[in-house]
């Protein structure tokens, strides 16, 4: 089969095996991928600071057929050859992929295209549990969403504003993008790199700051965001698009009692991942079948260009989700 295969001189489509599923995975044949920043530093050949290999294959978010069920899966998922699936996973930019049973969830409307489903999985499970599960948003409270304009910044506003935020605010440096911003839920859009972003989000909260922050920048931002979260606020570290380090203020994170919560799905075990979609599905489904959560979809490349689409995500000019076509028949 078809393959994004990391290679010493940068990504190449190759022919690899077909993969087969283990006991607990599904076999997916490939109609459309989404692109996610993680698949740059795997396509680098480097994965999250570790070094990624020759012969690995990219993809973490997939959709398509189901083509086979290994035993567990066949008793534990509910799904059967043929139904269409949207997938978060690994080695997915192929013909054929496997993921984890608890990964692969149906898509909700026959209507939905592959292009539009490949835009999904990813965002709901990471932004869900960012947001509900460890950001433990309540109804009414304040939100900020630094990085708004990317996939899952957008998803995340949606999923606030859905569970009931009362004002809900987003980040994104670039003022094209900022003004899309309250299309998808945003009641104030903000520049992080502007030096008076955390007064204008005190001054929107009457000076006490937000609720919680789900960060996808960290890096140069961090202490400004623990300045304009209010005492006993929340701060869910998801990405770090601004750096991985940065000054740390201490003392203002002890004295304003903040929660500040890592999350990332590397160091989840399979029980945890499959949780985490449970939740998702349960909380989120219906709003999902009818059209309430949506990610714009930026542009769609064909298989066979996938160094121009991971250049196009890396160049960072892009609005919502870039999607890649699975590779042809």
């Known amino acids: 089969m078809k393959a994004v295969v990391v290679t010493a001189s940068g990504v190449q489509i190759q022919d690899v095996p077909t993969p087969t599923p283990k006991a607990n995975e599904v076999l997916i044949h490939v109609r459309a991928c989404g692109l996610n920043r993680a698949d740059l530093m ?85 932004m869900h549990n960012a947001v509900v599960t ?64 955390a007064d204008q989000v005190l001054d929107a909260t009457n000076g006490d700051g937000v609720d919680l922050i789900v960060d996808n920048v960290s890096g140069y931002t961090v202490n400004d965001a623990l300045r304009c979260t209010k005492v006993l606020g929340r701060i869910v570290n998801v990405g770090r698009l601004g750096g991985f380090q940065g000054d740390f203020d201490f003392d203002l994170h002890a004295a304003r009692r903040i929660d500040y919560i890592g999350v990332t799905f590397r160091t989840r075990s399979i029980a945890e991942v499959r949780e985490i979609a449970r939740q998702m599905q349960a909380d989120l489904g219906d709003a999902v079948v009818q059209g309430k959560l949506r990610i714009p979809i930026d542009s769609v490349y064909p298989f066979e260009q996938v160094t121009e689409a991971l250049a196009h995500m890396k160049a960072n000019q892009h609005f919502g989700k870039i999607v890649l076509e699975g590779p042809a028949d």
Not at 94 to 112: F, H, L, M, Q, S
Request: hydrophobic share 40%.
């Open 134 to 197: 460890a950001g433990r948003m309540q109804t009414g409270e304040s939100v900020l969403i630094q990085g708004a304009s990317s996939g899952v910044g957008l998803m995340a506003q949606q999923i606030a504003k859905h569970k009931g935020a009362g004002l809900v605010i987003g980040t994104s440096t670039n003022a094209v993008r900022r003004a899309r911003l309250k299309d998808f839920g945003a009641d104030l859009a903000l520049d992080s790199r502007d030096p008076t972003w």
């Open 42 to 126: 795997v396509a680098s050949g480097m994965a999250h600071g570790r070094a990624g290999g020759a012969g690995t294959i990219v993809g973490l978010e997939f959709v398509g057929e189901v083509a086979g069920l290994g035993a567990e899966a066949e008793s534990e998922s509910g799904l059967q050859i043929g139904d269409r699936v949207m997938c978060g996973g690994a080695q997915g930019w192929a013909e054929y992929a496997v993921t984890d049973w608890g990964r692969a969830a149906k898509i909700p409307d026959g209507n939905v295209s592959w292009t539009e489903a490949a835009t999904l999985p990813i965002a709901l499970n990471t």
